[in-house]
DNA sequence: CGGTTACATGTAAGCGCTTACAAAAATTAA
DNA sequence: TTAATTTTTGTAAGCGCTTACATGTAACCG
C-alpha cells in the first residue's frame, strides 16, 4: 500500500495525497477532498514510506547518539542520566534516535561526514567520546556539522558542546571540609590521559584547599591508573603501606571512592569517624552504598535534555554557529564525610 | 557526491559502481575496472545514501529496540543487562539500531506494521512489552512479523519470545532456605496485574516450599502495590503492625527487598542474624547494598543477545515460524540470608 | 460578462540507488 | 577461423515519495 494505491482509491493526484500527509502543509487542500482521501488513509492504514520521504526530502528526521561500542558503556550511571535526557529531549520532537556504536578499530578512518550518510543521520550527539578521540578530532575543523558532544570539556574546544564545570565542584567540597574543621585533607587523583576531569579537578582541589587556608603537600595525594574501582582499591593500598593517611580523602569520581572504601573497610578502618571519603559524579549507587557516599552531582539528566535542544537547533537552523553550554554541579552531603 | 559523480570520474557506468560498492557481489566485476573505481571511491569517501539503497533493496538493514517512552527505564538495572546483550548481540551484524519509543497514549491505535514502516526498520525487539499491552496484542495475531518479545513469557503466547523461567530460581531459594533449616518462611508478593511475574513466583514459592516439607500460610504473606522499593518498604510496614514476622521473606524483586530492608533497619531489626532477606532479579545494586542481596539472577545479557540472534534470523529467513527460547535463572548467595 | 486573481489539483521530473536485461568483450571450443 | 560460451559492462526501469510548475476551476470586480 503506497501512495499511488491511495491517489488511485480516493481519485485524486499523489500529490494530493502527499500534500495531505504533510502536517505543514496544512491548507493547501481543500476541506472536501482532504475529508475524502483521509478516509481512504485510515482505510488502508496507509504509513508513506520513510526512506522514500527520506530520500526525496534530503532528511531522515533520525538523530544519531554515538558511543563507543562497548556494551560497559550502559552499565555507567553517568550513561543512564545522560540517555534519560536525551530521551526526556527528543519527546517533544518527533525525531527518531539511532543508536550508533564506533568501534575503536574503525574510529581511526571514520569521516563525520561517512557516519552520518551510512547511518542515514540528520545529526549526531557523542557520549563518551574521548574513547574516540580519532573520529573526533575532525570536529573540530567541522564546526559546522549538526554535531554535539557531551562533556569533558577543554579550553580549546570549539564545536558545539554541553559539559558541566568541575571548579565550582571541588570549590564546594572544600567548603564543606573547611567548615567541618578538617585540616588534613588529601586526594585520589585521576588519570590524566583519558579526559581533562582528572588535571581540573586536581587543580580545582588545590585551589579549593588554598582558598580556605588548609595546608597542602602532594604527598596527600596518590594517582590512580583508571578512573575504576580496583584503581582506587590498589591507590589506597599503596598509599596505606606508605603511611601518613588524611582524615578525608577527597576522590576524582566515585568508583575511585568505593575502591578507596572498601580498602579502608578491610582493613577495619570505620568510615567516616577514622576517615572520611567524597566522591564525584553522584553515581545512583551513591545512596546505597554503605556508607552512602558524600559526593558531587552533575546533572546529568539536563545535560542530556540540552544537547539535543542544541542539536535540534543546529540542524534546523541556517547559521550553524557552535554553541557551547555550561552547567553547575551540586554537593551532595550524605555520611561519608 | 553520489554514485552518479563516481561513475563519471571512474569512466564506468552506474551499475558497475553499485556492484562493487556489495558486497555480495564480489566476482561480477574484473579486478582492473575494480581497481579503478575503487581508487576513485576512496578519493572521494564516496558513502552510498542509505535511503536510497533502502528504497530501492526494500530493507534498512536496522532494527527497532522498541520500549515505553519513560526515561526510568534506562534506569532499571534489568534495562541494563538486557540492552548490553543486544548491543553485543548486534556487534557481528552490521544492523544499525534503532530506539523506539512508544508513548502510552499512542500506543492504543498502532499497528505493528505501521510501527515497522514509520521507523523503517526490519524488524523488532520489545522490551517491557507489557507496558505496552496494547500494541503488543497484534503479536499473537501477526506471528510471522519480524517481532520478538523478551521476557514475560506466559502459556498463550505463540509468538516469538526470549524468557527466563521463574520456577527453577524458586526452587533453588526454598532448597537453600530449607536447608538453613528455616521453618517459618514468608514472602513479599508481586502485583499480579503487572506481568505474570508475581503469580508465577508465588505459585513456584508454594511448590517449593510444600517439597521441602516446610509450613505455609497465606498469612506469611504480604501483597505489595506496585514492584518497587516504597511498596516494599510499605508492606513490611504493615505485616510488622499486624506482628508475626517470620524467620526469612522471600520477595518477589530486588527492589521489593532493598524496601523491606529499609524498614526493617528503620526499626532496628538485624539482617540475616534476625530475619533474613532473599529477593529475586540479581541487579547490581545487590552487591553494594549492606548487607549484600541473596537472590537470583537473571541471564539478561545472554537473553538480550539471543534475542536479537532471533530476530536476524526471523529478517533474513524465508519461513517466519515463532521461536520461544527459555532462560534458566540462578541462585546468587549473598549475605542476607 | 470578460478579465483578473486566488485557490485547488494535476503532471512530471527528480532524489540516489539496485537490478533485470541487453550488449559487448573476452575466452573457449570446434 | 568462426561459433558458442562465459565474463564483464552498460542501459534503463523501477523503488515511493516531494515539489516546481502547469493547468483548471471558482470567486471577484468593474
Redesign the interface.
Known amino acids: 500500500m503506497n501512495i499511488r494505491d491511495i491517489a488511485l482509491k480516493a481519485k485524486v493526484s499523489v500529490a494530493t495525497v502527499s500534500r495531505i500527509m504533510d502536517p505543514g502543509k496544512k491548507g493547501l487542500v481543500s476541506p472536501k477532498t482532504r475529508a475524502k482521501v483521509e478516509k481512504v488513509i485510515q482505510k488502508y492504514?496507509f504509513?508513506?514510506?520513510?526512506?522514500?520521504q527520506?530520500?526525496s526530502k534530503h532528511s531522515?528526521h533520525?538523530i544519531g547518539?554515538v558511543t563507543p561500542?562497548?556494551?560497559?558503556i550502559?552499565?555507567s550511571p553517568y550513561f543512564?542520566g545522560l540517555?534519560?535526557?536525551i530521551?526526556?529531549g527528543i519527546?517533544p520532537l518527533s525525531y527518531?534516535?539511532?543508536?550508533?556504536?564506533v568501534r575503536d578499530d574503525e574510529a581511526g578512518g571514520l569521516?563525520l561526514?561517512?557516519l552520518m550518510?551510512?547511518?542515514?543521520v540528520d545529526g549526531m550527539v557523542f557520549l563518551a567520546w574521548r574513547l574516540m578521540a580519532e573520529l573526533v578530532k575532525e570536529i573540530e575543523k567541522r564546526t559546522h556539522l549538526p554535531a554535539v558532544l557531551i562533556n569533558d570539556y577543554d579550553a580549546h574546544i570549539r564545536s558545539s558542546i554541553v559539559y558541566c564545570d568541575n571548579k565550582p565542584g571541588m570549590k564546594q567540597i572544600c567548603a564543606f571540609l573547611a567548615a567541618k574543621n578538617y585540616s588534613k585533607i588529601g586526594m585520589l587523583r585521576g588519570p590524566e590521559n583519558v579526559s581533562p576531569d582528572a588535571h581540573e579537578r586536581y587543580e580545582a582541589f588545590k585551589a579549593g584547599l588554598k582558598q580556605h587556608k588548609i595546608g597542602f603537600h602532594e604527598k596527600y595525594t596518590e594517582k590512580c591508573e583508571r578512573f575504576d574501582e580496583q584503581s582506587g582499591f590498589h591507590a589506597m593500598e599503596r598509599w596505606y603501606e606508605r603511611g601518613d593517611l588524611p582524615q578525608v580523602i577527597v576522590c576524582a569520581n566515585d568508583d575511585l571512592a568505593?575502591g578507596a572504601m572498601r580498602f579502608l573497610q578491610k582493613i577495619k578502618v570505620r568510615i567516616p569517624e577514622q576517615i572520611g571519603i567524597v566522591g564525584y559524579d553522584d553515581a545512583?549507587?551513591s545512596e546505597?552504598?554503605?556508607p552512602q557516599l558524600t559526593t558531587v552531582r552533575q546533572p546529568t539528566?539536563e545535560m542530556g535534555k540540552a544537547a539535543i535542544e542544541t542539536l535540534i537547533k543546529l540542524i534546523s537552523g541556517k547559521d550553524r554557529k557552535p554553541v557551547q553550554i555550561k552547567f553547575e554541579p551540586q554537593l551532595m552531603i550524605r555520611e561519608s564525610a
Do not use: C, Y
Open positions: 492504514h504509513v508513506p514510506n520513510r526512506s522514500a527520506a530520500l531522515t533520525t547518539m561500542f562497548s556494551p560497559e550502559v552499565r543512564e540517555i534519560a535526557g530521551i526526556e519527546k527518531d534516535i539511532k543508536w550508533i556504536m569521516k561526514n561517512d550518510q551510512r547511518h542515514a568505593w545512583p549507587r546505597w552504598t554503605h539528566e
